[in-house]
């Protein structure tokens, strides 16, 4: 289970009626049958986030299915790794074509009905955004932005009590069928994460839940999460220290 279904579980188990969205038909079907067998309120919506009809279109059928919108929760993430200057530049626009614009166009969408209901948006950032990491420029600059998206709609919507939320997620393992963007644009299965030391979908969702319930700000997800923000705030230099490392064993690898 991924970041995204284990979300809209946790918010049906919790008593919201969820509309999923996404890009395959058959994985959309499959979860709403799951969903429904499990007595959620779930409906289906075919689209690409990254597309302004397709998100108008789902906001339209959120507003016709439930009378309006209370909760949007933008989860989509394209990953893509390689050192900056092998980047195929249609990389870098593929991965923001996703990540940012897949979260403007239905925030865009959407901001009418969360101003009516003063309800929540909540985007779903990366440790990656919090600095830079080697060999993910495309990724970690796409989730920074987002936080700089975030932070600007929480001012602009204050005053019409809208909530924003921003959760910044470690490693998390992985739905097996994820997929990443090689430096010369390929696809690429994702390696799994799979350990004690990796965080659960379940983590995530039950972060982006207490922050909806809370309406906080900003929510690392995980103790590790926690850990490096804090180590990242207070001694960037280890932190960097220990990327350089990396960069440097990886490039002795290859010698």
């Known amino acids: 289970m991924g970041i995204g279904k284990s979300i809209a579980q946790h918010l049906a188990m919790n008593g919201a009626s969820v509309i999923i969205n996404g890009r395959s038909v058959d994985k959309l079907e499959a979860t709403s049958s799951e969903f429904k067998q499990a007595g959620y309120a779930v409906s289906a919506f075919n689209g690409d986030v ?27 993430g394209v990953g893509a790794r390689g050192h900056f200057e092998n ?43 919090l600095r830079g990491m080697p060999n993910a420029a495309p990724y970690c600059m796409s989730k920074m932005a987002l936080t700089a998206l975030a932070e ?14 921003i959760v910044y997620v470690g490693m998390t ?12 644009g390929s696809w690429t299965n994702l390696q799994m994460h799979d350990s004690m030391f990796v965080d659960s979908p379940a983590d995530t969702a ?21 850990a490096y923000y804090w180590l990242q705030m207070l001694a960037p230099w280890v932190v960097d220290l220990s990327f350089k490392k990396g960069m440097k064993t990886i490039g002795e690898a290859q010698k």
């Open 173 to 184: 393992k992985n739905d097996p069928e994820k997929k990443v963007l090689h430096a010369d």
């Open 50 to 76: 990254s597309k302004p009809d397709d998100c108008k279109e789902l906001m339209a059928y959120a507003k016709a299915e439930y009378g309006g919108i209370d909760i949007l929760v933008n989860n989509v």
């Open 87 to 129: 980047i195929n530049p249609m990389v870098f626009q593929q991965v923001f074509n996703s990540n940012i614009l897949g979260a403007v166009y239905p925030t865009l969408e959407a901001m009418p009905h969360l101003k009516t209901s003063r309800g929540s948006v909540v985007f779903i950032s990366s440790l990656a955004g």
């Open 206 to 226: 039950r972060t982006v839940l207490e922050a909806i319930k809370s309406r906080s700000f900003k929510k690392i997800v995980g103790l590790k999460g926690k």
């Open 152 to 165: 600007t709609l929480r001012v602009e919507t204050a005053m019409y009590g809208v909530h924003v939320g």
